[in-house]
């Protein structure tokens, strides 16, 4: 038990500036836009296989390892350039499927699991 409790608390002081960082997208994530005075625009996008999203207007946009913050400026560049004047774009995270963990070991259910939630 003691070997158990040490190596979380080992994998917990590895992952603590992990924690301060924000999520960063991959594939198969869900992202949840919305663009302000544009409701055929404002919808759930999901991230391709090979980290790009497919978005009407401006096309395809590599999102892939970008935070939210990063994927709205990109967004508000592209549309600001040729369709919509100073966009006021919001990015949130609507589902988490691009991280997966292992459990490995003695666990009562080992196995490969998808995060669906933001990691703490």
């Known amino acids: 038990m003691k070997s158990v409790v040490g190596f979380l608390l080992l994998c917990l002081a590895f992952a603590s500036p ?17 663009i302000w005075g544009q409701a055929d625009l404002s919808q759930k996008y999901s991230v391709s296989g090979d980290g790009f999203l497919d978005f009407p207007l401006i096309g395809r946009v590599k999102v892939d390892e970008l935070t939210t913050t ?32 292992f459990v490995l070991g003695e666990a009562e259910r080992p196995g490969a699991y998808v995060l669906t939630g933001p990691l703490t």
């Not at 992990?18 to 919305?34: C, I, W």
């Not at 549309?79 to 100073?86: E, H, M």
């Open 18 to 34: 992990a924690l301060a960082q924000e999520y960063r997208f991959g594939p198969r994530d869900v992202l949840d836009v919305v």
């Open 70 to 101: 990063e994927i709205a400026q990109r967004l508000r560049e592209r549309l600001d350039k040729d369709y919509l004047v100073n966009p006021q774009i919001r990015v949130s995270v609507a589902e988490y499927l691009a991280k997966k963990v």
